[in-house]
């Protein structure tokens, strides 16, 4: 069984930076679309990224520009560098993988994280 657990989560001031990482145990992301999703309070769990295994990776109109998707596959990990970070980034952070890229972006993935809290202050 996969297991997939975040790390980086903290509470930061409008326009920095994070970077949150996940590392999986139970599978190998590079054969799998791995990506993140989150939830802000009160709202629906949204797909924020993700990297296909051949490396290509797509982002979230809201974070376009501004977060980078990574690949370690050394470390089976991913990371997510979030830049210039907004207070409607606010949201719990969840790690995710699934055979299929379509699955992470309607935030259905066979795999998922606990998540990892973002609080960024105006």
């Known amino acids: 069984m996969a297991q997939l657990v975040e790390s980086g989560g903290d509470s930061v001031q409008t326009g920095e930076s994070l970077t949150l990482s996940c590392a999986a145990s139970?599978?190998?992301?590079?054969?799998?679309?791995a990506g993140w999703l989150r939830q802000a309070p009160g709202k629906e769990r949204e797909w924020v990224a993700y990297m296909a295994p051949i490396g290509v990776s797509d982002y979230a109109n809201s974070v376009k520009g501004r977060f980078t998707l990574s690949r370690d596959d050394a470390k089976n990990m991913v990371n997510l560098q979030m830049n210039s970070l907004k207070p409607e980034d606010t949201a719990t952070y969840y790690c995710?993988?699934?055979?299929?890229?379509?699955?992470?972006?309607?935030?259905?993935?066979?795999?998922r994280g606990q998540g990892t809290q973002v609080t960024v202050s105006s």
């Open positions: 139970g599978i190998t992301f590079s054969g799998y679309c």
């Open positions: 995710a993988a699934d055979l299929s890229c379509r699955a992470v972006v309607t935030a259905s993935p066979t795999n």
